[in-house]
């Protein structure tokens, strides 16, 4: 087994840095039904210690808590001490995102979870990106399965409001890595998202490879929501968009 910044990686848990293959699941139930169904990859490492592969794939942290970030374990602390919460000496911070490549990253969202010594999940982030440049971020805490809940704070979507909650669920293992949320609104089922795959060692020559078996990840991200979007103007109102506040610790 390899050894991590933040600890030894014990059996059960993927090994880092990895890529994950896998597949992006989108469905909205009502009021209008469509479905999304894409493959694609993102890159699981440990905060201390994110991989650089140049064009192929960076992680830069203002791209995710902001220009004056220095670190991604900077941002990840500055956010959880405001919230109330602790990385500790012995544990490890890692996460599930989208790199930068070819000059261009877009991430509606990124995960990080924190294992104890014991490689027991302490909590969860949830760090969400719309497409106006906003974000947003929740601290989790999950049961021995891996499930919580949290409230919609935060306008992802010009066809959904702001409210409800949403349900989530991940697996971090060898076998599977997935990371799957369900927003709920008055008790209805309103989409269900999620993303699942399989974690495998990240070398040049395996960002490599995902670049040429799929070009221009990040770019497709992007596309895809847009083009998407567009569809549902057609079929559904326009929700307005309401200011912005940023939860403690995020900027």
Known sequence: MVTSSGGGVEPGRP??????????RHD??????????ARTYMWLVDIDDPP?????????????????????RDGVERFVTAQ?????????????????????????LTTYYCLGP????????????????ERHAHLLDLDARGRGQVAKEFYVSPFISVD??????????????????????????IIGTSFSGTATPLTRRAALRAA????????QVSARIRAHGIRLWTALPIVPRPPHQPPEGLR
């Open 118 to 133: 014991d490689e027991r999940l302490r909590w969860l982030i949830l760090e969400i990106h719309n497409t106006y440049g």
């Open 212 to 219: 040429v078996v799929t070009p221009f990840v990040t770019h």
């Open 28 to 37: 909205r139930r009502t009021p209008h039904t469509h479905r999304i169904r």
């Open 52 to 72: 650089d592969h140049g064009a192929l794939g960076r992680i830069r942290p203002r791209d995710h808590f902001g220009a004056d970030c220095t670190s991604l």
């Open 15 to 24: 090994e880092v840095p990895a890529i994950v293959h896998g597949r992006v």
């Open 164 to 189: 409800g909650m949403y349900d989530v669920a991940v697996t971090l293992t060898q076998e599977r890595v997935s990371v799957a949320i369900t927003l709920r609104q008055n008790g209805i089922l």
């Open 84 to 108: 109330g919460e602790s990385i500790r000496p012995e544990d490890r911070v890692l996460t599930l995102t989208n790199p930068r490549a070819f000059g261009h990253v877009f991430n509606p």
